[in-house]
């Protein structure tokens, strides 16, 4: 399960935007902290930081999704990746952080499925070849639960 590509197809979905996927995926990437792997858990770090810890708090557990506050959100985003990704999107920057703000619960919610965070930067080496077949699978047991 690629989760960039889960929240890239669901961020153009609810914008309405067209364009290269693939180059949205990279800047979603870089926005949230990480280049073309997102740092999640900073992300996380900060948001919770920034008040909103109990919504973080149910995106990583088995219940209802709290709604990320557009506000916190545009506080945990740096302002110019935020505003060129608005500007090549071709959406305003508060469509855009609106859209993150729905996103975002959904992917850490896909991400955490058993309540603890996946380590993407070790699920990006399985898939890339560091952890083989077994590193995969691993990685993919974790995502399901299994």
């Keep these: 399960m690629d989760l960039m590509k889960i929240g890239t197809d669901l961020l153009m979905s609810k914008l309405g935007a067209s364009g290269d996927s693939s180059q949205i995926s990279e800047m979603l990437g870089g926005l949230l902290g990480g280049g073309g792997t997102p740092d999640l858990g900073g992300l996380l770090s900060s948001l919770q930081g920034g008040g909103a810890a109990d ?9 209802e999704n709290q709604p990320l506050d557009t506000g916190v959100l545009a506080e945990a985003l740096d302002g110019d990746k935020l505003s060129n990704m608005a500007s090549q999107m071709g959406v305003e920057q508060n469509d ?41 699978m691993g990685m993919i047991g974790k995502l399901f639960g299994k």
């Design 55 to 63: 919504a973080v708090k149910s995106w990583l557990g088995s219940g």
């Design 96 to 136: 855009l952080l609106g859209g993150l703000a729905d996103v975002i619960p959904q992917v850490i919610d896909k991400a955490s499925p058993s309540g603890e965070l996946l380590d993407m930067g070790s699920l990006m080496e399985s898939v890339q070849g560091g952890g083989g077949a077994g590193g995969i």
